[in-house]
Each structure stands twice: as C-alpha cells, then as structure tokens.
Nanobody, 124 residues
Framework: QVQLVESGGGLVQAGGSLRLSCAASGRTFSSYDMGWFRQAPGKEREFVAAVSRSGGSTIYADSVKGRFTISRDNAKNTVYLQMNSLKAEDTSVYYC?????????????????WGQGTQVTVST
C-alpha cells in the first residue's frame, strides 16, 4: 500500500509559478506510475500529468502542455509538478495518485491510491 501527501499549494498571481510535491510512504514507490489530477468546484476530477515508474516517460493534458512539468525522484519517494505561467483556470485542488496498472492511463478509475489534495489558487 502507498500513502501520499501533497504539499506546495497556495495563492499565486496569474503568470506566476508553483511547485507541488507529493511524498509517498513505503519502499515500493518505484513500482508505481504516478499522476497528478485536479478538481475545481462543481467539476469532475481531471487528468493533468503522469510520469512512468522510471521517470523516463511523461504525458500531459493539452491544457497544461508546455507550462507544467512532472518529474519524480525515486530515491526520495517524491513526485513533483512544476507549474509555470499559471492561469486563473488552473485554480483547483490538486491530487497526486499512484497506479500499478498499465502505463499511460488518464482515467481517475485507473489510479489506486490518492493523496488528500492541495489547493492552488491563481488570482488575476
């Protein structure tokens, strides 16, 4: 089992940057592909980005491509989401998640473990 704890959220002006971190417990972190999702009030949870177990492959939602970068450090059991050029529409609760299923899924149901979320608010 994996426990996930996000941090790094906050309030930032449009055009600014934030880096989210997600610390995982357990010694099997490198066995999981990791993803970031987000959920705004009244909306469904949506895929943001994912990184493969080795860190060698990444995928992004079209809405964040070129602005966000996902990475991981298996030695530190941590996955990161660097968010640049933030927009008001990026305002959401951001969740990290882990999946032991096949690589590349963008579906919420494919992920087995979830963190509690961290709020990101972008002001204009």
């Amino acid at each position: 089992q994996v426990q996930l704890v996000e941090s790094g959220g906050g309030l930032v002006q449009a055009g600014g940057s934030l880096r989210l971190s997600c610390a995982a417990s357990g010694r099997t972190f490198s066995s999981y592909d990791m993803g970031w999702f987000r959920q705004a009030p009244g909306k469904e949870r949506e895929f943001v980005a994912a990184v493969s177990r080795s860190g060698g492959s990444t995928i992004y939602a079209d809405s964040v491509k070129g602005r966000f970068t996902i990475s991981r450090d298996n030695a530190k059991n941590t996955v990161y989401l660097q968010m640049n050029s933030l927009k008001a529409e990026d305002t959401s609760v951001y969740y990290c998640a882990a999946t032991g299923a096949g690589w590349g899924s963008k579906k919420v149901d494919s992920y087995d473990y979830w963190g509690q979320g961290t709020q990101v608010t972008v002001s204009t």
